[in-house]
């Protein structure tokens, strides 16, 4: 029999969103058309990278013996090793067309769609809008729940009561509502289903392109991210929100709004006690940044002058700015499992050490999952130590010039890194910096921001700390290097942009690190 080919089929939360589940199961039927004899093999897996053009797919083939010899590669430890396998991304599997590709890239056999059962075919298509709408309803997206469902409702009456259901979780009882028209046109519901609206303090720009925005509410039903009580003990987890943006009519779905998930910097026990931040980076063109934007600049206008006047209260000059707006958000929604940082159900495996390849915003990933690291005291949970994350945290951080976040966390983490503690882990023990220049500055949305003397004294003291600073992107030699330093067992986390993921999962495979297995 010959090597097998093996389909990985992304089950990251975004591409489960887009389908993914389904697609899981759509690329199993297609395989199984074709001659067992090809033995392909069909797997689900983690992020791939590719989150803006999802669902997602990797083909892995087996190289032939000259590839083989031709296509060495580092490995973990510096040494060339030979690669024996080639990896094809697909993106946008969103229909039967695309998924026979994967499977045809697999096997070298087209399935065959003329001869594919009628039957077959309406049951695949039904399970790739139904998966799709189940997690959209399980992670509180009512609009991407409700897009299209009418117009299948109409031909379906098994789905009139799913969509009877997800209207009044949205706010809007069938029968108060005259038309679909209506509910998109219309002004925010008195309430919605596991969300709450806070009440937007403030926004400080913290760089060309970022900002942090607080927010804080008295509502009871915000929920909390570790639910306990009553004999029921606090599971350790990462955790984000859904944010509601009141952008109106959109392509989105039928309800004013479209939904947009935030990883919050602030802690478990700052929600607790009705206070968030969230580290948000504002692109022009985006439709829910640029709505916040606008939202920000609402009823500020006296508070820049005063500003302007020199009538400063904030401490920080212009770069903070003083409101009062309502923004919606969700109950608090698990990202990773703890310690073994992975987002479903704890898989049994503890790594011994964590490697963090963060970029940009990605950067907000971190103090959420260092705060398990004393959960007690930073969170307000009692965790049995099994459940903390007690080994080596090196982070290699890449971001632009014009867009450091989080500098004077990362020195304090570092500096924390240092101490020699037998009892226990603290902070980061090896931090990677990379900053990265750009042509872009005309185009920020705060083009006015200014970093202050500050930033170049956290720079120099970050050094000084033992922080490797390179003015360089990710390359092959550093992640041999970081893979080299850490403990086996090793769990790899990437989290930033959509290229920044693809080039970190493809230096890891070229380095011979198992990414179907390790990487989150």
Known sequence: MPPSSTIHVCQSSTCRGKGSEAVLVEIEELASLIDNNLNCNVEPTGCLGYCSRGPAVAVVTPTNEHANRSNGSKSRTGRKTQRTSNTSIHVNINTFEKSAEVVKQATGVNPDLHNLPIATERRLSKIRKTRAREYAVSTYQWNRALKGLQEDAVENEDLREDLRKILTSAGYPPHNAKSWRDINNSVMPASIESYVPWTLNSVEIVSSHSAIFELTTRDLSRSTPHPRGRGRLASPITWHVTMLGEVGSNNEGPLPWIERDYTPISSALDWERGRVAILIKIYNMGRLTSWLRRTRMIGNKENEKKQDEGDDTTGKGSNIIQTKQNIWLSAPLKTLSMPNLVPDKDDGFKPSSVLLLLAGTGIVALPQILAHREPTRL??????????????????????????????????????????????????????????????????????????????????????????????????????????????????????????????????????????????
């Open 379 to 520: 969170l307000g949970i009692p965790t049995p130590r099994s459940k903390q994350l007690q080994c080596p945290i090196d982070l290699i951080l890449s971001c632009r010039h014009d867009d450091l976040l989080m500098l004077e966390e990362i020195n304090d983490w570092c500096k924390q890194g240092r101490r020699l503690d037998p009892r226990r882990f603290c902070g980061l023990r090896h931090c990677t910096l990379l900053i990265t220049h750009n042509n872009e500055e005309k185009h920020a949305p705060f083009p006015e921001f200014q970093a202050g003397p500050n930033r170049d004294l956290i720079l120099q003291e970050l050094e000084e700390n033992g922080v490797t600073v390179h003015s360089h992107r990710l390359d092959n030699d550093m992640i041999s290097e970081s893979i080299g330093r850490m403990v086996e067992p090793c769990r790899v986390v990437v989290s930033g942009p959509d290229s920044f993921n693809q080039c970190a999962r493809e230096l890891l495979e070229e380095c011979g690190f198992a990414t179907s297995a390790r990487l989150t």
